[in-house]
């Protein structure tokens, strides 16, 4: 069975913190692992990595991906209140399913 | 920027009654999905859809379900007979190409089956 699994699954920081956001997954016919920002509804694109090794940056949000180890992580440097959202992780399984994780709950207090 | 429009936001329906949630993909995109979210649980993949068809479904998406494109710019999902667990946030979702895209997602429509 698929599996992508976030941690921690809660994170409360504060402002100016670095923070690291975990993702393992087992899925069969892996092709791409992606990174959405959910903070009231609709997820918001962040990354999206097919290579191993090969560092994503947006501003303070970076991502890589370890095809051996399966696993991706998501940092984000000199938090703000901002970033305060639900992180979640998913995975294109074969040609267009994803398939998502619980998330993490980032919380950022000034 | 181009964006996902879905509606009604939200919407309250009657245990057995049918709802019919309505989405607007990108204009170019080619390829549409439905997932769910149920409060406090994962997102879930429910279908995708690509040449007005049904190009992959989930064990979720069973008869009660189906989908259509009925003119060129909408994409609609129909529960039929809904239940109490159909309780959600439904996520309508579109990307261009298959397998090398992100997939862009609206806003949702959350519905509350009584």
């Given at each position: 069975e698929d599996k992508v699994v976030q941690s921690p699954l809660s994170l409360v920081v504060h402002e100016g913190d670095t923070v690291t956001l975990n993702c393992s997954y087992e899925v069969t016919n892996f092709r791409s692992l992606l990174w959405y920002k959910q903070?009231?509804?609709?997820?918001?694109?962040?990354?999206?990595?097919?290579?191993?090794?090969?560092?994503?940056?947006?501003?303070r949000?970076?991502?890589?991906?370890?095809?051996?180890?399966?696993?991706?992580?998501?940092?984000?440097?000199?938090?703000?209140?901002?970033?305060?959202?639900?992180?979640?992780?998913?995975?294109?399984?074969?040609?267009?399913?994803?398939?998502?994780?619980?998330?993490t709950r980032l919380t950022i207090n000034p | 920027e181009p964006e996902v429009t879905q509606t009604p936001s939200h919407q309250v329906t009657q245990m057995g009654q049918e709802v019919i949630l309505r989405c607007v993909p990108i204009s170019?995109?080619?390829?549409?999905?439905?997932?769910?979210?149920?409060?406090?649980?994962?997102?879930?993949?429910?279908?995708?859809?690509?040449?007005?068809?049904?190009?992959?479904?989930?064990?979720?998406?069973?008869?009660?379900?189906?989908?259509?494109?009925?003119?060129?710019?909408?994409?609609?999902?129909?529960?039929?007979s809904t239940k109490l667990e159909d309780s959600a946030m439904y996520f309508c979702a579109s990307s261009d190409r298959d397998k090398g895209t992100e997939a862009f997602f609206g806003q949702g429509t959350r519905l509350t089956v009584v």
């Amino acid at each position: 069975e698929d599996k992508v699994v976030q941690s921690p699954l809660s994170l409360v920081v504060h402002e100016g913190d670095t923070v690291t956001l975990n993702c393992s997954y087992e899925v069969t016919n892996f092709r791409s692992l992606l990174w959405y920002k959910q903070e009231k509804k609709a997820p918001t694109f962040l990354f999206m990595l097919t290579s191993s090794g090969i560092e994503k940056k947006s501003g303070r949000l970076s991502s890589i991906l370890d095809k051996k180890e399966l696993f991706s992580i998501l940092n984000i440097t000199a938090t703000q209140t901002g970033d305060s959202a639900i992180y979640l992780c998913a995975v294109r399984r074969g040609a267009q399913k994803l398939v998502f994780g619980q998330g993490t709950r980032l919380t950022i207090n000034p | 920027e181009p964006e996902v429009t879905q509606t009604p936001s939200h919407q309250v329906t009657q245990m057995g009654q049918e709802v019919i949630l309505r989405c607007v993909p990108i204009s170019n995109h080619l390829y549409f999905y439905w997932y769910r979210q149920i409060l406090g649980q994962k997102v879930e993949f429910l279908v995708s859809f690509y040449n007005n068809e049904i190009s992959e479904k989930s064990e979720i998406f069973d008869d009660q379900f189906s989908v259509e494109r009925p003119d060129g710019s909408n994409f609609t999902l129909k529960i039929r007979s809904t239940k109490l667990e159909d309780s959600a946030m439904y996520f309508c979702a579109s990307s261009d190409r298959d397998k090398g895209t992100e997939a862009f997602f609206g806003q949702g429509t959350r519905l509350t089956v009584v």
